[in-house]
């Protein structure tokens, strides 16, 4: 079972298709070709029934609910486009009886809760003789990019499995005709080629920025630089610095055609205030969280309306509250990424970091190493090791790398030493996944259900070992470009003051001994796990891409289905198999697939994994430098 799973999981990620329609300025009508299906497998699953299919992109998992494969087909149309009718035809059905009920879906898992892990069916569905789901297909649409070119994106889900319960009839259907009719703008829309990298940050950096400017327009990237401070003297339509900042970006885009955005500043120091301010994104699961997706999210509708996180117009930016929503796009416009400096000397730190590291070409002989490092993720579960799952799907992406499992079912994680020994060999990518905080990273050995061996993979602050503290990374010019999976290492807007500020909340009491014991959250550090090591002048990452909230999963064999597993391997996706070679697109391409396979405006949780996903790096960096 296990085999045939995670073969099917590589599979249906790799079939992802994309269909490019031609360009005319009449109105007319696409027919694609018929779309051939197999059957569905039908495995046993503890006292259910569990349906896969190997054309499936993701499946529908809702609590209580079937789980149920779903495809996902997604067109590239021109910016401007205006979409008629969309029809999907289902022109064979069959159908099967079933001996037992198809299994429900869970709640997503959060990294770092104890949770007790339930399969319970809704009775209002699972007792009903209505076909799940309602619906055969749907479709949406976001404005995007596509390489260098903004375009719109129509996403079509279908369901080609569908399930009466009471009636025990499992539908499938082997043959699918897509029609698509659509209507191109009356006038092209296009985008200047003057500039391709705008990088923005408080004047007081500009001289340490540059020569990043000098060395990115010497590689024919060509860039060029704004200050806040000039930015708000031009731009004062915005309802605050952020909305101002935003219209300033797209304004980049349309009058120089700039297609990566790169954010420098964080904290001042250690206090409260910030050099380049920050958009908050809010779930159900989180108040609030940390998303530069907002910068880069310009265009709504077909690409002719300006996306402000507001549809409510109420004031308040990307909710996502019980009585109140904002519907937003969620498809990247620009590339983007944050180098988060709190201090003029972090800015020359990273700057003569990238310099260096793009300058001279990497030696395979390190670069071509890809560390995969974890272990159980929810040992609670009784399937699967989720962070093993995962970083092996993103190396089945990776042609050509030699691979170092760090896996705790190996034997070969066993503490933080092996990791950061791992490190200080060299790599050219890492992919870690596990439960965190703002300071580290654990991992548990294969069903430790009780969670009672923490394995430590790398920890800035650890009160279990302090003679760990601040781990000794001496891999200087051998910087992988590192993703991780879990909880907050992204936080960039940790530091000193949130203690004082903390113990002013809760008190003593509930800051130190008693619940919430906020002391534990780890919100007190200098800086974020993420930051640490795309700011470490000995070595650390050249760039790193992690959760600025909570990291969700789904259990088992079913964590490459959704959330941090579906999302993360895109990126590998994306660069490896694509050749998407500048880690800013390839990152934002991932949240453009996800955006297209799942409806973050009807679900928080997949909301918030593309809002928090933060690029702590350039977005134009060429990984492995260029070849002079």
């Known amino acids: 079972m296990k085999k045939i799973i995670t073969i099917f999981i590589i599979g249906a990620i790799i079939l992802s298709s994309i269909g490019v329609l031609g360009y005319q300025k009449e109105k007319f009508t696409i027919e694609s070709d018929l779309y051939q299906i197999s059957n569905p497998i039908i495995m046993d699953y503890d006292n259910f029934l569990s349906i896969e299919l190997n054309e499936a992109t993701s499946y529908v998992i809702k609590p209580g609910e079937p789980v149920l494969p779903k495809i996902t087909k997604t067109y590239v149309l021109p910016f401007g486009v205006n979409i008629n009718e969309v029809k999907v035809e289902y022109i064979e059905t069959n159908s099967q009886i079933l001996t037992k009920e198809i299994r429900p879906g869970y709640e997503a898992l959060i990294d770092g809760y104890d949770e007790e892990i339930k399969l319970e069916t809704n009775d209002d569905i699972y007792k009903s003789t209505e076909v799940y789901p309602d619906k055969p297909f749907n479709y949406k649409t976001t404005a995007g990019l596509s390489g260098s070119e903004h375009v719109v994106f129509l996403s079509i889900n279908f369901y080609p499995i569908r399930y009466s319960p009471a009636n025990d009839i499992l539908y499938y259907n082997n043959l699918i005709d897509i029609e698509i009719s659509y209507e191109n ?105 940390l998303s530069d997706l907002y910068y880069s999210d310009l265009y709504k509708e077909n690409g002719t309306m300006f996306e402000d996180w507001d549809s409510n117009g109420n004031g308040e930016f990307a909710e996502f509250k019980m009585f109140g929503k904002d519907v937003i796009d969620g498809s990247p416009d620009v590339y983007i990424g944050r180098l988060a400096c709190r201090s003029i000397k972090e800015v020359n730190t990273v700057v003569n970091k990238i310099i260096e590291y793009e300058s001279i070409k990497a030696d395979e002989t390190w670069f071509k190493n890809m560390l995969l490092i974890g272990g159980d993720t929810y040992p609670e579960s009784p399937e699967g090791f989720e962070a093993e799952i995962d970083t092996n799907l993103s190396a089945s992406f990776m042609d050509g790398f030699n691979f170092i499992r760090l896996w705790a079912s190996l034997g070969t994680l066993e503490d933080r030493y092996d990791a950061e020994q791992g490190i200080n060999n060299g790599s050219g990518f890492i992919h870690m996944a596990g439960h965190a905080n703002p300071a580290s990273l654990v991992t548990f050995p294969p069903y430790d259900s009780e969670k009672e061996e923490k394995i430590v993979i790398l920890a800035m602050y650890d009160f279990y070992n302090p003679s760990r503290i601040n781990p000794k990374l001496n891999n200087e010019d051998k910087l992988p470009i590192i993703l991780v999976g879990g909880c907050h290492n992204s936080q960039f807007n940790v530091s000193l003051s949130n203690m004082i500020e903390g113990i002013k909340e809760f008190g003593i009491s509930g800051y130190f001994f008693n619940s919430p014991l906020r002391f534990f959250y780890m919100e007190w550090v200098p800086k974020c796990w993420s930051w640490w090591l795309t700011s470490n002048e000995k070595g650390g990452a050249i760039a790193t891409m992690g959760n600025s909230g909570l990291g969700m999963g789904l259990w088992g064999f079913d964590y490459t289905t959704g959330l941090d597993g579906w999302l993360f391997p895109r990126f590998f996706y994306h660069y490896g198999q694509l050749g998407e070679i500048n880690i800013g697109m390839a990152h934002s391409s991932a949240i453009t697939d996800y955006v297209n396979e799942f409806d973050i405006n009807q679900d928080g949780e997949d909301r918030q994994m593309i809002q928090q996903w933060v690029l702590l790096g350039d977005p134009s960096l060429v990984p492995g430098g260029y070849s002079n």
């Open 185 to 289: 703008p009356e006038k092209t829309i296009e985008f200047p080629n003057e500039y391709d990298l705008l990088i923005i940050s408080p004047a007081e950096f500009e001289d340490a920025i540059q020569p990043l400017i000098t060395h990115k327009n010497d590689y024919d990237i060509k860039t060029y630089y704004a200050s806040l401070e000039q930015i708000y003297s031009e731009f004062t339509s915005g309802r605050d610095d952020q909305e101002n900042i935003k219209l300033f970006i797209k304004n980049a885009v349309e009058e120089k055609g700039i297609i990566y955005v790169l954010l420098i500043g964080g904290l001042k120091g250690q206090s409260k205030e910030w050099y380049l301010p920050v958009r908050y994104g809010h779930s159900l699961s989180e108040e609030a969280y």
